[in-house]
């Protein structure tokens, strides 16, 4: 999944739909030698439209099935790019071939016989979304889940090119590997669309790191330059190779890090891919600590789920949603690896590094326990009560808990790296995914025998409380408590394009009493405007020392209309952890302590 930073970017969710021929039935005639072209100028841009062409040959009259993908692995929701489709079109030599669909994502052609076909449609690129296709008029952002038909019930396992026809003087950035003028190849689908295009006019270095090259490609032109650009790259030099470290390889040839800054984008996100990953910023993200934090994450991917996966996401499918009870490992423990490259990288002091712990804590205490293993199956239909993402810091902290416990039990002769490590080449790189049992086992081999089968059924598989004050005195940390009285007005809401939107109110919550509703758009409470992102904290610091009860101001628009309702001050008790070093850590403890912080694991 793509991480979602700050105020969440919502995006349109359709259910995904039953296939009308029947799961997995349909089955096209075989199509061979497979070329794809994809054409965007600046005619094109201008439109926001990009023609993508698929060209292959027939061996008879049999119908072809041609499916477009449903979702981009990596951004678990079914996103029916088929909608985004028009003027699709067939012909064999020079005669349109009749068409019709089978089911709302496959198109069914009848080839006149023995032959090449070619196969013709445009795409609506409009979409600001790093799973999607963009574009501006000198620029395109696509995604080959959305350009790449395959066909149904075939073996994705067909190498591909792609020819890329647009304006002389154009950049072109993919992972993909060159193999012509403008033409790139894949050995096979997996590989074809998991390698998204920047083209048009752009930012653009590179540098070596870890032994590889890795690019950067910043849109629009001249959004990350002088002192911000090389803060990016200082940031790549410390990241990558302590992520490199965990696993004892560099998995990639290149790497691109693909970046768009839009000023209509709220928040950040990234998506990753095996040697890529597109990040979408808002401007306010650009030159923040997030901004580290989001490269070590997406990066850390390239290995922990483009890689090493969960059985339930290999091979990947298209045509369907894929959830594993997994995603905890998959996501979670990427964002504890994200923290620990910062630190041991050197971008955050061990300070630095509690904090993000501790904030991650205050995000899991704000929501309603929830198991990781239900959250990571969640996922996909983005559960509203607040829950859709916890399996992010809930995760990252199950990680920092089981690498302590697994340092504690082998005193500290061996680590969480290990377990990623182990993994990655036993499942990985024997070709195929980790299961459950997999994981348990090799956490158990890394902490000497030691059994998980209680904290996994207490913490991961159920919403027990995690053992903060058991596990991280083993590792000369604990939890510093700090009780506060906070006003809440009792909301959650995620930003879109058109603004702050509230998704739930809490029942019995001073927000609920005043009558705000579900899709209101929040303009401003007490006085400070919502768009405002340090809004709740100007809030609670002007109202933290009113008396209960006093009226204040909310002001959303509903169906068009502009209202003030009257909500009361409501106080609740909030008790905020902040994780410290124990001044009396044992040896064994600060030993402990120092491999965590450090990567390293030794007696
Ligand atoms: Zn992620």
Do not use: C
């Not at 009780?483 to 509230?502: E, F, N, R």
Request: negative net charge; charged residues 20%; aromatic residues 10%.
């Amino acid at each position: 999944m793509r991480t979602k930073l700050t105020l969440l970017v919502s995006t349109v969710l359709a259910l995904s739909t039953s296939r009308a021929t029947g799961q997995g039935v349909a089955t096209s005639a075989p199509i061979t030698d497979i070329r794809y072209e994809v054409t965007f100028t600046r005619a094109n841009g201008e439109r926001r439209q990009v023609t993508s062409t698929m060209t292959f040959t027939v061996g008879g009259t049999e119908p072809l099935l041609l499916s477009i993908p449903k979702w981009t692995p990596g951004a678990y929701e079914i996103d029916n790019f088929a909608r985004d489709v028009s003027t699709f079109a067939a012909e064999q030599a020079g005669t349109s071939l009749a068409w019709d669909k089978i089911d709302p994502d496959t198109w069914r052609v009848r080839p006149r016989g023995v032959g090449e076909v070619t196969v013709r449609f445009d795409y609506l690129a409009d979409s600001l979304d790093n799973a999607n296709t963009w574009a501006r008029p000198d620029f395109l952002l696509f995604n080959g889940t959305n350009l790449f038909p395959y066909a149904e019930g075939r073996d994705l396992g067909f190498p591909a090119s792609v020819t890329v026809n647009t304006e002389a003087g154009w950049k072109i950035v993919t992972g993909m590997a060159l193999a012509g003028p403008r033409r790139y190849s894949a050995s096979n689908y997996h590989d074809l669309v998991d390698m998204p295009f920047f083209i048009g006019q752009f930012d653009l270095d590179s540098a070596q790191i870890s032994g590889t090259w890795v690019r950067f490609a910043t849109y629009p032109a001249g959004s990350v330059t002088g002192g911000a650009r090389v803060a990016v790259w200082e940031a790549l030099k410390r990241i990558i190779p302590a992520e490199v470290k965990v696993f004892g390889e560099v998995p990639w040839n290149t790497y691109s890090v693909l970046q768009i800054t839009d000023p209509t984008y709220g928040g950040g996100s990234g998506l990753e891919h095996q040697n890529s990953h597109v990040d979408v910023l808002g401007s306010g993200m650009l030159g923040t600590p997030v901004l580290p934090s989001l490269y070590a994450h997406e990066i850390f991917h390239a290995w922990n789920v483009k890689r090493l996966r969960p059985a339930e996401l290999w091979p990947y499918r298209y045509d369907q949603e894929q959830p594993t009870p997994l995603l905890w490992i998959s996501e979670g423990i990427t964002d504890y690896y994200a923290d620990l490259a910062e630190v041991r990288g050197g971008i955050v002091d061990a300070n630095g590094f509690y904090l993000m712990a501790s904030d991650k804590m205050s995000q899991v205490n704000a929501l309603p326990p929830t198991s990781l293993e239900d959250a990571s199956l969640s996922t996909w239909i983005h559960p509203r009560d607040g829950t859709e993402y916890i399996y992010y810091p809930k995760g990252s902290l199950a990680g920092f808990l089981i690498d302590i416990m697994v340092r504690d039990a082998s005193d500290n002769h061996s680590s969480l790296d290990d377990v990623m490590r182990t993994l990655y080449n036993t499942a990985y790189k024997n070709g195929r995914g980790f299961t459950s049992d997999d994981w348990w086992s090799t956490v158990t081999k890394a902490a000497r025998g030691k059994s998980f089968s209680d904290f996994s059924s207490r913490y991961i598989d159920g919403r027990d409380p995690f053992p903060y004050d058991q596990v991280l005195p083993l590792a000369g940390l604990r939890l510093a408590r700090d009780t506060t009285h906070v006003p809440q007005l009792g909301i959650a809401s995620l930003q879109d394009s058109s603004g702050l939107h509230v998704t739930e109110v809490i029942p019995g919550s001073s927000a609920a009493s005043a009558g705000v509703q579900p899709g209101d758009q929040l303009i401003s409470v007490g006085g400070f405007n919502a768009d405002d992102p340090n809004w709740s904290e100007k809030f609670r610091s002007r109202y933290a020392r009113q008396p209960e009860g006093t009226e204040l101001p909310v002001v959303i628009r509903r169906n068009g209309a502009e209202q003030t309702l009257t909500a009361h001050l409501h106080f609740v008790t909030r008790v905020d952890a902040r994780l410290i070093e124990d001044a009396r850590a044992s040896a064994k403890a600060r030993r402990i302590r120092e491999g965590l912080l450090r990567g390293v694991t030794q007696p």
